[in-house]
């Protein structure tokens, strides 16, 4: 999607997202089908929980979000990283990744779960593929 | 005129200065951020890596630019100078 010159997204970690925001992000950007997003109160209990929220806008639309929890020491994790189909491709997920990286400092390492179609995108900005990770799977 | 549009846009102390006021606003110190030294550590002035994302994104929005990705580590924020040169290497060219 193309934008005019000065017209460029804008990336913060203050700005408050309320959970009808980040149920339409995770709608916009496909990531809808891993995640309950029929379940607004538990949706609520994931955005109240996390540390802190990188979010991209275009204007005042929500156009990306990383959401991460760490203990500030040794471990990060990227719980959903989402960006607007239409705004994909642009290098907001990079910049989203980059950004929470910085934030939990570099003493600690940031670790996420990819949804299987999109395995191949994170080596591309530069995060390592680790094989030894081990789940216990929720079972609702 | 043309001199003193050229003293008017000379960067560097306005630069230092505009910093400080982001590091004031968004470094969250435990130190006046006035009274820094311009090499003196932010980090051990009590800024979190967390407030450092602030600080860098109010900085690319005061001065209109974006920090690459290889600028995005601990050393590029770590004092007003660091930034300074940042800065300075940014807005060049």
């Known amino acids: 999607m193309a934008r005019a010159s000065g017209d460029e997204i804008s990336y913060t970690q203050d700005r408050p997202i309320s959970h009808a925001e980040f149920k339409s992000i995770l709608e916009r950007s496909g990531l809808a089908a891993r995640r309950p997003v029929a379940n607004l109160q538990r949706l609520e209990k994931m955005l109240a929980a996390y540390t802190f929220v990188v979010s991209a806008w275009h204007r005042d639309k929500l156009v990306g979000i990383s959401t991460v929890w760490t203990d500030w020491a040794f471990s990060a994790y990227l719980a959903d990283l989402a960006v607007d189909r239409d705004y994909q491709k642009q290098g907001i997920g990079r910049r989203l990744v980059d950004l929470s990286k910085q934030a939990v400092g570099p003493e600690v390492t940031l670790i996420l779960l990819s949804a299987p179609d999109a395995a191949t995108y994170y080596p591309k900005i530069g995060m390592e593929r680790f094989t030894d990770c081990f789940l216990l799977r929720r079972s609702q | ?93």
């Not at chain 2, 005129?1 to 200065?17: H, Y």
């Not at chain 2, 004031?24 to 979190?48: F, I, N």
């Not at chain 2, 602030?54 to 929005?61: F, S, T």
């Open chain 2, 1 to 93: 005129m043309d001199f003193q549009l050229s003293i008017k846009t000379m960067p560097t102390d306005n630069t230092a200065e505009r910093i400080r006021n982001i590091i004031k606003q968004h470094a969250r110190l435990s130190a006046d951020a006035a009274s820094l030294a311009p090499s003196a550590d932010l980090y051990e002035a009590g800024m979190t890596s967390h407030a450092s994302v602030n600080v860098m994104l109010a900085l690319e929005g005061e001065f209109e630019v974006e920090f690459p990705d290889r600028m995005l580590t601990r050393g590029t924020f770590d004092s007003i100078a660091s930034i300074q040169n940042a800065i300075e290497e940014l807005t060049s060219g």
